[in-house]
């Protein structure tokens, strides 16, 4: 089973995991590499296609075909057979490993999930960023690799979710710009609606696709965001983070807070004077 982008960035955001090799592989063309059919993979992988095309085939059955503009992400304790077409397959592989864990987000990181991505020189441009750090021994090398790992798992999942959505992408984009410049103000879905010339209900069922939640969600999870970098300041009442934000009522600004965190914004103000230098 593969999972959408918004589930695998989820997965990978709380996970704990360890980056390990970095390779660029050549694959002779016609040719079969069964490496992994008696001796099932140790770790899991994100591979990107870079030239030529071939089948990855997961315990015998599930067959995905890999080239330039296609990515996996998992495939831990697979059985894989690698089958080249009638030219040479080039492709970037990086192991990870997570933390042994139970529950659907486990899951997530190691099932197969395939990603059309795009041509993206970026994505390149990663993977060769990524081997460098991978041939230096130092920490802070180690650090690089690691830091760059997940620059590069970010940018397959965006690249994924902007091709699967096609046009729409444009409209989730200028959509998010406006609210991120403008969330102080009032803003309404049938305001952001007829900004694409779009029916409320039909501009909030592609938001939602796009980004896994409706546009006046995102809106109010990024005001109380931006609510939370204030209040973690100490220095702020709580009526003038609300009007900030786009509250002119502090009650109910305050109950929204306490929904999406789980503590009052008062609470947290508190918490962070107590805990200011003097």
């Known amino acids: 089973m593969s999972y959408t982008c918004e589930q695998l960035a989820e997965a990978f955001e709380g996970a704990n995991l360890s980056v ?42 599930e067959r ?43 899951q997530m990181l190691i099932a197969v999930s395939p990603l059309r991505v795009g041509a993206d020189p970026e994505q390149r441009l990663l993977l060769e960023r990524l081997l460098q750090a991978a041939a230096l021994p130092d920490s802070m090398m180690r650090l690089e690799k690691k830091t760059l790992f997940y620059q590069l798992v970010n940018r397959l999942l965006f690249a994924a979710r902007t091709v699967r959505h096609g046009p729409a992408s444009e409209m989730v984009r200028d959509t998010l710009e406006l609210i991120h410049a403008y ?23 592609q938001f939602r696709r796009f980004m896994g939640m409706g546009p006046i969600d995102y809106l109010i999870r990024y005001r109380m965001n931006r609510a939370e970098e204030l209040l973690a300041t100490g220095t702020y009442p709580v009526h003038a983070v609300a009007r900030s934000v786009g509250y002119p009522d502090a ?22 004077r107590r805990n200011r230098p003097s």
Do not use: W
């Open 183 to 205: 969330y102080a103000e009032p803003i309404t879905l049938a305001r952001l609606a007829e900004r694409h010339g779009l029916g409320p209900k039909y501009f909030s069922t």
């Open 251 to 272: 009650y109910y600004f305050s109950r929204l807070y306490k929904k999406h965190k789980g503590q009052s914004p008062g609470e947290i103000g508190l918490k962070h």
């Open 20 to 61: 390990h090799g970095v390779y660029r592989t050549v694959l002779a063309a016609d040719s079969a590499y069964t490496g992994h059919v008696e001796r099932p993979t140790s770790k899991c992988a994100v591979i990107i296609g870079l030239s030529g095309q071939a089948d990855f085939i997961f315990d015998g059955a």
């Open 64 to 106: 995905h075909t890999m080239e330039p503009g296609v990515a996996l992400i998992g495939g831990l304790n697979r059985r894989l057979e690698i089958r080249t077409g009638g030219e040479a397959f080039e492709y970037g592989l990086v192991h990870y490993l997570p933390e042994p864990q139970i529950g659907e987000a486990a």
